[in-house]
T-cell receptor
Framework: AQKITQTQPGMFVQEKEAVTLDCTYDTSDPSYGLFWYKQPSSGEMIFLIYQGSYDQQNATEGRYSLNFQKARKSANLVISASQLGDSAMYFCAMRGPGGYQKVTFGTGTKLQVIP | DTGVSQDPRHKITKRGQNVTFRCDPISEHNRLYWYRQTLGQGPEFLTYFQNEAQLEKSRLLSDRFSAERPKGSFSTLEIQRTEQGDSAMYLC??????????????FGAGSRLTVL
């Protein structure tokens, strides 16, 4: 069974600083994918970044990077140069292998960027 | 491409009534997912379809819930005899459905259900 754990209910970060949001996962499958989504107060789920379990390099998308440590089963999101618009809920998610495409979400971390 | 559409956006109903939500996925996406999200929580998986086949249904889903995707395009989620505990945001998402690659889920804006 897949499981995603986000242990930080809330985080604060100063504007322009970097912040790391933690995510650990549990799966027995060697093939899986990891995602981060952002959910602003308006409610829409916005895809940020993806990491495949066989990807050799950590994923990066603009100010977002994913610190993937496979042996530790962690997939932390790093946001550099935080902006006020980054204030939102952030969810880590995992999908299963191959044709088994169920996507499981963590409980989320609420990030607040302080001016 | 207008993204994933959900209808209605808001539904208020009395306990015991039936409600139906509709989801229109991105046209070239063959996988469609339903999730439920309550305040302050992550989306909980309900069910997913590949084309018209319902491949998995969560054990969280009681037999009052049913989902269909009759022609592999739009999907409906029906809740019969609603209870106050059904109050939540119901999210639909779709993805391309390759067996490799990211298969990023694209979400709709959600349908918010309030059961009085």
């Amino acid at each position: 069974a897949q499981k995603i754990t986000q242990t930080q209910p809330g985080m604060f970060v100063q504007e322009k600083e970097a912040v790391t949001l933690d995510c650990t996962y549990d799966t027995s499958d060697p093939s899986y994918g990891l995602f981060w989504y952002k959910q602003p107060s308006s409610g829409e789920m916005i895809f940020l970044i993806y990491q495949g379990s066989y990807d050799q390099q950590n994923a990066t998308e603009g100010r977002y990077s994913l610190n993937f440590q496979k042996a530790r089963k962690s997939a932390n999101l790093v946001i550099s140069a935080s902006q006020l618009g980054d204030s939102a809920m952030y969810f880590c998610a995992m999908r299963g292998p191959g044709g088994y495409q169920k996507v499981t979400f963590g409980t989320g971390t609420k990030l607040q960027v302080i001016p | 491409d207008t993204g994933v559409s959900q209808d209605p956006r808001h539904k208020i109903t009395k306990r015991g009534q039936n409600v139906t939500f509709r989801c229109d996925p991105i046209s070239e996406h063959n996988r469609l997912y339903w999730y439920r999200q309550t305040l302050g929580q992550g989306p909980e998986f309900l069910t997913y379809f590949q084309n018209e086949a319902q491949l998995e249904k969560s054990r969280l889903l009681s037999d009052r819930f049913s989902a269909e995707r009759p022609k592999g395009s739009f999907s409906t989620l029906e809740i019969q005899r609603t209870e106050q505990g059904d109050s939540a945001m119901y999210l639909c998402a779709s993805s391309v459905g390759h067996n490799s690659g990211a298969n990023v889920l694209t979400f709709g804006a959600g349908s918010r259900l309030t059961v009085l």
